[in-house]
């Protein structure tokens, strides 16, 4: 049971240049979100998903695509990344039941130069 | 959007001493979750403790605290007998209903010092 996971962990990208964020999870969890977290801004949501074939804004989405066509699977993509998405990227995981907690992966550093 | 305040961005606490971090909120919803997480510099975010808006007792995790004032939209984290490795970065957050896809919202986040 590895929980969490998020490849890769590390990424330079030059401006303009595209990429595909991998999160993983192996505990049948229904709710995925993607995050991001800037120094002095805590963690802020990208998108998240409640189901398989399902995706929704968060706070930042703007410059972000995701998709979720596998239940253990969702992807952040950035089609042309600036510098202003250099940042920690953040996936979790949770039940849909109300009463338990999301389960975070190790994050993601990127780096748009 | 839910707004979480920390307002406390760097607290120190003496190593065996209690400290209080402060946590505020904004919203209209009212069936809620509360949480605090930990951050060490491996980056890992760790669950402490979390609180039910439903329920009036706070919770308690061993040396972990809440004090939750529903009506105050408050929710501080007493940490008891401080220990060296509960230095990190703590952040509150905020679960929205299910009605809105549990969304969470996180607070700037409190750097936790700890003097031995």
């Known amino acids: 049971n590895a929980g969490v996971t998020q490849t890769p962990k590390f990424r330079v990208l030059k401006t303009g240049q595209s990429m595909t964020l991998l999160c993983a999870q192996d505990?049948?969890?229904?709710?995925m979100y993607w995050y991001r977290q800037d120094p002095g801004m805590g963690l802020r949501l990208i998108h998240y998903s409640v189901g398989e074939g399902t995706t929704a804004k968060g706070e930042v989405p703007d410059g972000y695509n995701v998709s979720r066509l596998k239940k253990q699977n969702f992807l952040l993509g950035l089609e042309s990344a600036a510098p202003s998405q250099t940042s920690v990227y953040f996936c979790a995981s949770k039940r849909a039941v109300a009463t338990y907690e999301q389960y975070f992966g190790p994050g993601t550093r990127l780096t748009v130069t | 959007a839910q707004t979480v305040t920390q307002s406390q961005p760097e607290m120190s606490v003496q190593e065996a001493e209690t400290v209080t971090l402060s946590c505020t909120y904004d919203?209209?919803?009212?069936?809620?979750?509360l949480f605090w997480y930990k951050q060490p510099p491996s980056r890992q975010m760790i669950l402490v403790i979390r609180q039910e808006a439903y329920k009036q007792q706070n919770a308690t995790e061993n040396r972990f605290s809440v004090n939750f004032q529903k009506a105050a939209k408050s929710f501080s984290l007493k940490i008891s007998d401080s220990q060296l490795g509960d230095a990190a970065m703590y952040f509150c957050a905020y679960r929205s209903p299910p009605a809105t896809g549990n969304q969470f919202y996180f607070g700037t986040g409190t750097s936790l010092t700890v003097i031995p």
């Open positions: 505990m049948n969890h229904e709710y």
């Open positions: 919203t209209s919803e009212s069936d809620y979750y």
